[in-house]
């Protein structure tokens, strides 16, 4: 492949004219100018419910702007629906994927464009497709043609629906925050695809929290905050601390792990095995925070499954405060006073037609139920205080949990679990797709419940957010653990563990 377009000075590709767009009591977006040029890789930053999606679903042909216009090389564009945008070259890659659960992975890649042999679909044909753009694309070994779309993990889906968005004819492609749901080694395969296209002339766009990530991949940054275009910084010339204080309109202050004792044992995990995961055993105390660690497929998220009853046990044993559990789903976990706030929001924790009040206090509602009644102030109290302290961006506690930021969404989840206080809280990727402001928030709130005696389990595939929180990690890798580490490791100390050959652990559990 070669670089059609040289990198610095190349023509605009798509850009934004004075655009607006407004909901209900919401300016979502108010008269953004933004230029992307060919050959480069823009990234848009900004706080949860800044206005990124907006934009991105409208350069989609999602929705239509009040006001404003979009050029595409030069030629004003209106597209009408994203099936237009397609063919004129754009791309958005979702940042939550619709996969079609009863197809394999070759089905939902090219759904609609399925090669044929003579006249007739072809399944041989259109794996041998799969299977060849699987490894143009470096994917080899992360998919498999054949996989049916509900087996697929989170990772996998989003690297359906990246391959989905490459095929056929590209100018401009958008990432929605793509790496949330992929660790280290997946975001290696992504950066160098997305440094690919960037040389063949493509116009990329990049939204993401990531910091460290906009650094690595970005050429230039534009932030938005409330809707309006803050500026735009060459990746180069800018840092942290200056984006962050562009997007937040603040400084934040550094956030220092706490000293924290362990009381008495809360969850004893021994021997647990089930299909992905091989007798894993551990403890969680009182008062401290224990954080899962390893790489997407290494059994993390499987054995917190397995752990609630969300997964049968094929052996071992799960006991909270000295008490052996049998339980049969996440609901029997709930009732045994465990908090649970899974990975995929959307399918699993939110009621997405009910309003954010309703969301919150859901999980509350029998404490609050006096006489059969609600007691409406104190619900409203409680709610509103997690608006405040996980700074939930909405126009009020009646809005929608559908009409708000995919962040913001997310912030609605933990709220949920946090207002139920359990003995024990679990929560897989918690701060996914979050602002950075609102995750120094988020993290402030579990060292308030830590210090309160909860006893806190955490997944999560950012090191950083691991290392910041973490009293002690667990490294898991291929369904086991591969080993423990003390609090404040150093990222490539648990990279080593996660990385580390089965023979080499076998070797070491003998010894
Ligand atoms: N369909 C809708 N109806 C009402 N309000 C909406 C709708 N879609 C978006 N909004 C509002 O518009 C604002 C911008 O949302 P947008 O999804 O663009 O934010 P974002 O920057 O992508 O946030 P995040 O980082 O959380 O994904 C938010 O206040 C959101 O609640």
Redesign the pocket.
Known sequence: MVAAVGRPGSRDVLVAERLSKR??G?R?LTEVDLAVRGGEVLALM??????????LRIINGDYRPDEGSLRLDGAETRHSSPAAAHRAGIRVIA?EPEIIPDVDVTENVYAGALPQRGRIYSRGAAREKCRDDLERLGLTGLLEPGTLGRRLSPAQRQLVEIMRGLVGDVRVVAFD?PTSSLSDHEVDILFGLIRRLRDEGVAVIY?S?RMKEIFQIADRIAV?RD?RLVGVRQAGETDEDELVRMMVGRELQAMTRPERVAGEVVLAVSGVTSADVRDVSFEVRRGEVVALAGLVGAGRSELVKAVVGDLPLLAGTVSMNGRRLRLRSPRDAIRAGIGFAPEERKAEALILERSVRENVSLAVLDRMRRFRFVQRGREQRVVNGFLQSLRI??PSAE?QV???????QQKVVLARWLAREPDLLILDEPTR?V?VGAKAEIYAVINELAADGTAILIVSSELPEVIALADRILVMREGRLAGELGAGPSEEEILRLAMKHDEQIDRENES
């Open positions: 909901f209900v919401v979502a900004g706080e949860n419910g800044a206005g990124k999606s907006t934009l940042q925050e939204v929290h938005l809707g961006k909405t809005q559908r009409k708000l930021s995919g962040g913001n797709g602002d």
